[in-house]
Structure formats: C-alpha cells, structure tokens
C-alpha cells in the first residue's frame, strides 16, 4: 500500500510568482485535505477535496485554489506570493466516512523571497 | 468554533522519566481527538486517536491518551521517554462535518540524558 507522497519536497519562489504543489493520496482514498505550518505554529486548514470538488475551506484567500484528479490525486495552487506564504504544505488524505483518520505526507517547504 | 490548546510550547524531559504533555480543546459536540507526532522537516505521524468508548486509549511507541469531558482535555502521556522521543507533538480535534482537524500549536519535547 503506498502512502501520501508530495511533490516537489523543498522550492524556493519569488515574492509575485505562482507555484503549484502535488499530492498523490493513498490508495483507496478519496478526499485530499492540504494544510499550511507556518514556522513554529500548528498546521492551519486550508481547503479539502471529494470526489474532484471542493468540500470545505479554510480562512485563506481566493489566491490559494486547488484541484482533484479522478485518480484522486491533488494540486494546491497558490498565485500572487507573498513572503508570509512561506510554509510547510502538508497533503492529507482519507476514505470517506465522518471522523475517519487522515494520513500525511511528508509535505513540501515553500520559501518565498 | 472549535479550538485546541497547548499550553506547554517547551518541555524537557530526562530520558527514562515519566510524560505527560496537556491538551484542551473547546467543541460543542463529543470530540474526535488525535495525537500526532512530527520530527523536524517531516509529516506526522498520527500516535493514537480517540472517537469513543474508553477514554483511556493506547497508542504507538508506547504513548497512551486519557479523554476528560469534564476538563476538556486529551493529555498524552508515556511511562519512560526515550531519546528518539524528542520530536514536536501536536493535538488536534476534528470537525465533524468535513473530517478536518484544528490543531493545536504543538509542544516541543527535549530529551535529557
């Protein structure tokens, strides 16, 4: 069984530029949820994915979109950077089925400078 | 809205000394409750999980969990830290209608020798 892998694992981007993430879940797992971790901090929610539709959404901006491949798989992007949007990503996927437990992957450090 | 609280950002621990690392969350319903694990520059790494039933759960590597309804609180503990223990751990709650987890700021944990 493979787990949650993330793509690419470290980047480095200009403040203004956009960046796209990837996220492949594990088999059998149908909805992606990706979260930010600020340095120092917890990781915050940004938005979820069912089925190829967004199924919930954190207190980010419209700046931050993503996207559901009928494989499952998932793409965060992210446009207009901005140095606070420096972070570990972290991709999490699921079966579907409330209070069902989410698995990571090892996430992607985005730096913006 | 849900919240979590750690109110310990530092502890150091001797290596072999009992563990206990505290938890409050604020949810209007029965929580699902998780410990997870991160070790720096990585995913997590759930630890164990409460939904129901005994509210004293076993996890991995040894760490156990006591679910408080009274005081709102998830406190991990385990009998004997070892020095591979040292890591950042996190507690978090999930949000019933789109099986997302709010995060507490995590505590980070020194092993001593």
């Known amino acids: 069984e493979t787990g949650v892998t993330q793509s690419p694992t470290h980047l480095i981007k200009t403040r203004g530029q956009q960046v796209t993430l990837r996220c492949s879940s594990q088999?059998?797992?149908?909805?992606v949820s990706w979260y930010q971790q600020a340095l120092g901090q917890g990781p915050q929610f940004i938005f979820q994915?069912?089925?190829?539709?967004?199924?919930g959404r954190g207190n980010f901006p419209p700046r931050f979109s993503g996207l559901q491949f009928p494989n499952y798989s998932s793409e965060l992007n992210v446009n207009a950077l901005e140095l606070d949007d420096s972070a570990l990503y972290l991709c999490?996927?699921?079966?579907?089925?409330?209070?069902?437990?989410?698995?990571f992957g090892q996430g992607t450090r985005l730096t913006v400078v | 809205a849900q919240s979590v609280t750690q109110p310990d950002i530092h502890i150091t621990v001797s290596e072999g000394a009992s563990l206990e690392l505290r938890c409050n969350y604020s949810y209007g319903a029965t929580p699902y409750l998780f410990w997870y694990v991160q070790s720096p520059g990585q995913g997590l790494q759930l630890l164990l999980k409460y939904f129901s039933g005994d509210t004293l759960v076993q996890g991995i590597k040894g760490f156990e969990a006591e679910f408080k309804r009274s005081q709102s609180s998830f406190n991990l503990r385990k009998p004997s830290v070892h020095w591979s223990d040292a890591a950042e751990y996190f507690c978090?709650?999930?949000?019933?209608?789109?099986?997302?987890?709010?995060f507490g700021k995590g505590t980070m944990l020194l092993v001593s020798p």
């Open positions: 978090a709650v999930m949000n019933s209608g789109y099986s997302t987890l709010t």
């Open positions: 994915y069912y089925r190829e539709e967004e199924n």
């Open positions: 088999s059998g797992h149908n909805t």
């Open positions: 999490a996927s699921s079966p579907s089925g409330q209070g069902t437990e989410a698995f």
